[in-house]
């Protein structure tokens, strides 16, 4: 025989039945909070590596006194190189790598005594040239190098801004051989730390006018 319930003990039931939790917003907060602040801490780690890496390969490959200017191109090339390569691999992330292989640099250099001048400019000359190889934005790619050159040279004592100038004249000198769309990117995102490196954009950036501009102003008018 089937239970009959009363309309009380219905009621009732309904005033019993456990309500729905709801969420706390704030521990959701603090659980991706927390989260995130290990992958920063794995991403810093890996970045730190890396830099150590090729920090240790350019002093080892310069030897005390720097090498000659010839060997200095070739090593800052040869280890740009192969970091990004690498990088692209493994899929660590361009911007660790970029970072990374410009901090490893000027401190390497720095290490040894060399040019580290030279060796900003010849890092981004390289980091532009292979990261357009890639279909990378140039103008990203430069920036994150200069200012992880710029911190580098800060943390050794060097001249930072001048490290900075050279870096960007590096960058736009190898977005030219590229394109005069690479050089209007490159330019574009480097204005940006024009200050942070003694003002020296205008001075290290070249000015395209249009074609036949320079040409029609050779020829005074006649009337």
Known sequence: ?????????????????????????????????????????????????????????????????????????????????GTIRASEQVGTGLTIAVRSVAKGVIAGVHDVGGDVLAASFEMLRSLIRVAASLGADVGTVARQAIDAAVEAAQETGGNAAQVGKRGIEGAIE??????????????????????????????????????????????????
């Open 1 to 81: 025989m089937a239970t009959r319930h009363t309309k009380a003990e219905t009621q009732d039931s309904a005033v019993q039945a456990p309500a729905h939790k709801k969420r706390d917003g704030g521990a959701t907060a603090r659980e991706v909070q927390q989260g995130v602040v290990v992958s920063l801490s794995a991403l810093n780690s890996i970045e730190g590596d890396i830099t150590a890496l090729v920090r240790k390969a350019v002093s080892d490959a310069l030897g005390t006194g720097g090498a000659a200017g010839g060997e200095l191109v070739q090593v800052v090339h040869d280890v740009v190189e």
């Open 174 to 223: 190898s977005a030219g051989e590229i394109g005069n769309l690479a050089v209007r990117t490159v330019r574009d995102v480097l204005i940006g730390i024009a200050g942070s490196v003694g003002q020296t954009m205008e001075a290290a950036m070249p000015m395209h006018q249009p074609a036949g501009t320079q040409e029609h102003a050779a020829k005074p008018r006649h009337h």
